[in-house]
């Protein structure tokens, strides 16, 4: 799970209350399934772009396209699952790019 944060007042856009850092990861193991929750806490639209993978929407309304950029909708949450079968450092963030410059971004790391 992963929760979107941050303000039009403040541009302080955030992944769980934390800009992103150099040395933030969120581990995967290759050969895993990943299901990715997140959670729009905000009021704006965010377009989430991950590097590396192509992932498939969950839910009633999901489709079977393969994407590597969704719409999370202010105040609703999107799950995502992908397989982890590109090994490396891939950046999962906002494509809003003044979004991701002050934090909404973050690294989702491969583990041996």
């Not at 991950?50 to 909708?73: E, P, Q, Y």
């Amino acid at each position: 799970r992963i929760r979107l944060n941050g303000s039009m007042k403040k541009f302080d856009w955030t992944f769980d209350h934390r800009p992103y850092t150099l040395t933030q990861r969120h581990p995967i193991h290759q050969g895993e399934r990943i299901r990715l929750t997140l959670i729009n806490a905000t009021s704006m639209w965010h377009p989430l772009h991950l590097h590396g993978h192509t992932f498939a929407l969950t839910g009633i309304n999901s489709t079977r396209a393969r994407k590597d950029t969704a719409l999370v909708l202010p105040h609703h949450k999107l799950v995502i699952d992908f397989d982890a079968d590109n090994p490396g450092l891939w950046m999962l963030h906002c494509h809003n790019q003044y979004h991701s410059e002050t934090g909404m971004m973050t690294i989702l790391g491969y583990r041996k």
